[in-house]
């Protein structure tokens, strides 16, 4: 059983940066890939980024290419999104997730097998 806890969320202007981290417990962290998915009141959940256990292969939605990176560090058992140029666009409940499946970076919400509780992200225009 993986535990994921998010943080780093908040209210930022638009063109500003926010670094959100999601810390994981129990489990095999270094052996799972992770993903970040975002929702936003009255849409559905929508992939963010995945980056593979090594941390070697990621993957991005083309809403957020060029602004924002995924990384990890497997020694704090964390992975983090670095988030740049944001926009109003960007404001949303974001997600944390764990996919302990085949290592392929997915980017469908029931391709992951833990969730952490969100931390919300609000853009001002």
């Known amino acids: 059983q993986v535990q994921l806890v998010e943080s780093g969320g908040g209210l930022v202007q638009a063109g500003g940066s926010l670094r959100l981290s999601c810390a994981a417990s129990g489990g095999t962290f270094s052996r799972v890939a992770m993903g970040w998915f975002r929702q936003a009141p009255g849409k559905e959940r929508e992939f963010v980024a995945a980056?593979?256990?090594?941390?070697?292969?990621?993957a991005y939605a083309d809403s957020v290419k060029g602004r924002f990176t995924i990384s990890r560090d497997n020694t704090k058992n964390t992975v983090y999104l670095q988030m740049n140029s944001l926009k109003p666009e960007d404001a949303a409940v974001y997600y944390c997730?764990?996919?302990?499946?085949?290592?392929?970076?997915?980017?469908?919400?029931?391709?992951?097998?833990?969730w952490g509780q969100g931390t919300q992200v609000t853009v001002s225009s």
């Open positions: 980056i593979s256990w090594t941390g070697v292969s990621t």
């Open positions: 997730a764990a996919d302990q499946g085949s290592g392929a970076l997915n980017i469908r919400p029931s391709s992951y097998d833990y």
